[in-house]
């Protein structure tokens, strides 16, 4: 027994000692740290040179301690310190890294690169070793070293896809952005599942329109060399998406389409994408495309609604709109309903019919009633029973019945909560609020969808909220916001002529106004819509000539350009227009509109 509880107090005492001598070890290490961080480097060498003789201590101090020795030039003393840690640590790659890092420190380049060659040769089949020994020379500047470990590594591996990713993120950190989309792609064709992380990396990596011309290029030379691997040209239509070339994108798309026999869903979906983005002439030719050689698919009758929705895009935006056109685009409609019948995507197109009636033939009942007609359809869609609801509130604002308006939005709003139509709704109470010039309670609607889930929604909320306070906050008897906002309620009516005349009684009556922009804006707009374009150019020109710099000064350049091109067809001045927005504007959400619009007027393939 007394033998037993002898040996205990040994071991207590070895304890206390060795917890003793080390809490003195470790409060040295944090001395000597603070020295070295507060540039009291004589100090922190003499510490941890001596910490440096009990080898514990040497992954705890290893780091600073080396660093200072090398900008001390110390080499005699770091050489001494490493060649006794390499013997201390005989499997740790580390301290043969740094001494080769001290070899070029004292220009022994070659001497040092052989170093690095043995060690990466030593470890050339270890996975783990060669990736945390390639991450050291990523972490000490030697980047090269570590591409050629990579290198090595994947050779070793007889594996021509191992290590992509982590040779990829080298070659960024290098700026070389070619080779890294190379080891990119060769990532995500080995691991497909991870595509759109890829997609991801590369839309925050390739920021300028000539790196996602590259990527283009490359991966054109992938889909000619790899034609059945279809990663590259799901790529490719990317980049073109990316690029707003969505002629290009669908070219790809058919290809893919005719190689694998597809149903045209993924064409298709090009074709709606560009129909968003108002790109009319390839819209129609995409959903053309599916029309001839996809009959007897869903798709079908999706393309036949969507592709006179396309045509309905292009009379809408040709100005002066000509009324013939607009019946035309009707008894398109009717035709379609004709051949089909009554199905979900015929209901679209018998709604589409509607807002023609009401805002462009002014045949007010006849929109009633056929949405009325829709809303009681017993098995309708739910989104499309509200959406029908809402264009009917809209248009007992044009009969000047505000109050069932409001009615429909609310309801709508009501049974959609959080969804993106009831924001929808909530929005048109917001401007219904505006246009009676009741802005207290449209800035309280505005102020709820400022956080809308819907990003659109959320812009057009802050928009009107910033309109309103802007105009407001000076002005205690918001008179001219109250004329401004009638103004745009005889807009939303089609009543452009009425508009126009208020719009210069306001420009006479109250000059220099805070809103004469918008003024002047609305003015361009209405003119260019009425087909006076050399009229519509003298307003917007205005804006720039006073207040370029303000919030409307990209929308009026590039509406002015639009106009040149579009509308008077001078093809030379607008691409000059062009060219100096994308010098003036460079932050603006129409600069890749802009630049696709001047590469086309250039004459670029794209």
Do not use: C
Request: aromatic share 10%; hydrophobic share 40%.
């Amino acid at each position: 027994m007394k033998r037993e509880n002898t040996f205990k107090v040994l071991v207590l005492i070895i304890t206390l000692i060795y917890q003793n001598v080390y809490g003195q070890d470790a409060a040295q290490i944090q001395l000597a740290n603070e020295y070295y961080v507060n540039g009291d480097l004589e100090k922190a060498v003499s510490i941890y040179k001596d910490l440096s003789s009990d080898s514990k201590n040497i992954p705890l101090i290893h780091s600073n301690y080396f660093d200072l020795l090398i900008n001390a030039k110390e080499f005699k003393e770091a050489d001494r310190y490493i060649k006794k840690n390499i013997k201390l640590f005989r499997g740790n790659v580390y301290y043969k890294i740094d001494y080769g890092i001290l070899l070029l420190a004292l220009n022994k380049k070659e001497d040092a690169n052989k170093e690095f060659e043995t060690i990466v040769e030593s470890i050339k089949k270890d996975q783990y070793r060669l990736r945390i020994t390639a991450q050291y020379f990523v972490q000490k500047q030697l980047r090269d070293w570590a591409l050629r470990a990579y290198k090595i590594g994947r050779k070793a591996s007889n594996n021509n896809a191992a290590y992509a990713l982590e040779l990829a993120n080298i070659y960024r950190i290098l700026n070389n952005k070619d080779l890294m989309v190379e080891e990119y792609l060769t990532y995500v064709n080995q691991n497909p599942g991870n595509l759109s992380y890829v997609k991801n990396i590369l839309q925050n990596l390739l920021v300028e329109p000539e790196e996602l011309v590259s990527l283009e290029n490359i991966l054109i030379q992938k889909v000619q060399k790899f034609p059945n691997e279809s990663i590259y040209s799901d790529l490719l239509i990317w980049v073109n998406l990316q690029q707003k070339n969505f002629y290009g994108a669908y070219v790809q798309a058919r290809a893919v389409d005719k190689r694998f026999r597809g149903d045209g869903g993924g064409v298709l979906d090009i074709g709606k994408i560009a129909l968003e983005n108002r790109a009319y002439d390839d819209a129609i030719e995409i959903f053309t495309y599916i029309i001839k050689h996809h009959v007897n698919t869903i798709n079908y009758s999706i393309a036949r609604r969507l592709v006179i929705q396309a045509r309905e895009g292009m009379v809408k935006n040709s100005f002066p709109i000509v009324e013939v056109e607009i019946r035309n685009l009707i008894g398109d409609y009717e035709n379609l309903i004709g051949e089909l019948g009554i199905n979900a995507n015929t209901v679209e197109a018998i709604r589409n019919k509607a807002l023609l009636h009401a805002f462009y033939l002014d045949e007010k009942d006849s929109a009633i009633n056929i949405l009325n007609r829709i809303i009681a359809m017993p098995r309708i869609n739910g989104r499309l029973k509200a959406t029908s609801k809402l264009d009917l509130g809209d248009i007992y604002i044009l009969t000047g019945e505000s109050w069932e308006s409001s009615l429909l939005y609310s309801q709508v709003e009501k049974t959609h909560k959080e969804q993106p139509i009831g924001y929808l709704a909530k929005l048109k109470n917001a401007k219904l609020s505006y246009y009676k010039g009741d802005f207290e309670l449209a800035k309280a609607h505005l102020d709820v969808l400022k956080e809308a889930t819907t990003r659109e929604i959320s812009n057009d909320a802050m928009d009107l909220s910033l309109l309103i306070h802007s105009n407001t906050f000076l002005d205690s008897t918001d008179i001219v916001m109250q004329k401004y906002a009638y103004v745009e309620l005889l807009l939303f009516q089609n009543k452009r002529i009425q508009a126009l005349d208020s719009l210069e009684e306001m420009i006479t009556d109250f000059p220099g106004h805070s809103l004469t922009d918008e003024i002047y804006f609305q003015m361009g707009t209405i003119h260019r819509q009425l087909g006076q374009f050399e009229e519509a150019i003298n307003y917007l020109e205005k804006i720039q000539e006073h207040n370029a710099t303000d919030i409307l000064g990209d929308d009026s350049l590039f509406l002015i350009a639009t106009i040149h091109e579009k509308d008077l067809g001078n093809k030379e001045r607008a691409k000059e227009i062009y060219q100096t927005f994308l010098t003036s504007y460079a932050g603006s959400v129409f600069v890749a509109e802009a630049r696709k619009r001047f590469r086309t007027l250039r004459g670029d393939t794209i």
